[in-house]
Nanobody
Framework: QVQLVESGGGLVQPGGSLRLSCAAS????????MAWYRRAPGNERELVAT???????NYVDSVKGRFTISRDNTKKTVYLQMNSLKSEDTAVYYC??????????????WGQGIQVTVSS
């Protein structure tokens, strides 16, 4: 059973920073692309950032220059460093990964989501 567990969310003032982490656990053979999504109240889910297994990254325009996605393959963990946070970054953030478990084929997995609130 593969699980993705997010941590690091919370309440922060505008202009502040947070670092989200997402750790994969279970019987894993390989982890491929990993990503962070978010869903703000009343909005659809939005792709925020992606990172390949070799470290290539992409970002939605609204976070470029403020957010950085990274990963530690030895720890099976992906991170999202969020700087210069704005109120419009308030959302539930979800981790996503393409994982090949030890005993089955490639599947896409989601974390449970973690709240990020940017407010004074």
């Amino acid at each position: 059973q593969v699980q993705l567990v997010e941590s690091g969310g919370g309440l922060v003032q505008p202009g502040g920073s947070l670092r989200l982490s997402c750790a994969a656990s279970g019987s894993i053979r390989s982890i491929y692309d990993m990503a962070w999504y978010r869903r703000a109240p009343g909005n659809e889910r939005e792709l925020v950032a992606t990172i390949t297994s070799s470290g290539s990254t992409n970002y939605v325009d609204s976070v470029k220059g403020r957010f950085t996605i990274s990963r530690d393959n030895t720890k099976k963990t992906v991170y999202l460093q969020m700087n210069s946070l704005k109120s419009e970054d308030t959302a539930v953030y979800y981790c996503n990964a393409n994982v090949r478990p030890l005993l089955s084929g490639l599947r896409n997995y989601w974390g449970q989501g973690i709240q990020v609130t940017v407010s004074s």
